[in-house]
C-alpha cells in the first residue's frame, strides 16, 4: 500500500508564508516527478508546481517568484514553500507522485494525497 501524506496547511493573513510537505511511504521502487496542485472552490484542479527526480521545476504564471518547491529524495518527501500569500492562493493543496510501486511490472502511476486545506485571509 502507497500512500501520501501532506501537512503544513493553516490559515494565515495575506503577505504570509506556509511550508508544505508531502511524505510518500509504502512499496515504492521509485520516484520520479512530485509536485503540488490546488483546487480552490468553485474551480478545476490546477497545477501549482513540479520538480522532476534531477531537480528541474516548472511553476504555474499565478506564483512564480512566490513559491518554491523542492525534494528530499532520501526522505521520499516534497516541499512547497508559500511567501508572500494571496487570497487568490485560498485553496485545498494536493500533492502528486509518478512513482512505481511494487506489484505494478514497471508501469508508473500517479498517486495523489488528500489534500490539505490552505486559507488566506485578507
Known amino acids: 500500500q502507497v500512500q501520501l501524506v501532506e501537512s503544513g496547511g493553516g490559515l494565515v493573513q495575506a503577505g504570509g508564508s506556509l511550508r508544505l510537505s508531502c511524505v510518500a511511504s509504502?512499496?515504492?521502487?521509485?520516484?520520479?516527478?512530485m509536485g503540488w496542485y490546488r483546487q480552490a472552490p468553485g474551480k478545476q484542479r490546477e497545477l501549482v508546481a513540479r520538480?522532476?527526480?534531477?531537480?528541474?521545476?516548472n511553476y504555474a504564471d499565478s506564483v512564480k517568484g512566490r513559491f518554491a518547491i523542492s525534494r528530499d529524495n532520501a526522505k521520499n518527501t516534497v516541499y512547497l514553500q508559500m511567501n508572500s500569500l494571496k487570497p487568490e492562493d485560498t485553496a485545498v493543496y494536493y500533492c502528486?507522485?509518478?512513482?512505481?510501486?511494487?506489484?505494478?511490472?514497471?508501469?508508473?502511476?500517479?498517486?495523489w494525497g488528500q489534500g490539505t486545506q490552505v486559507t488566506v485571509s485578507s
Open positions: 502528486t507522485a509518478d512513482m512505481r510501486v511494487y506489484g505494478s511490472g514497471y508501469a508508473v502511476e500517479k498517486f
Open positions: 509504502g512499496s515504492i521502487l521509485s520516484i520520479f516527478s
Open positions: 520538480i522532476a527526480s534531477g531537480g528541474s521545476t
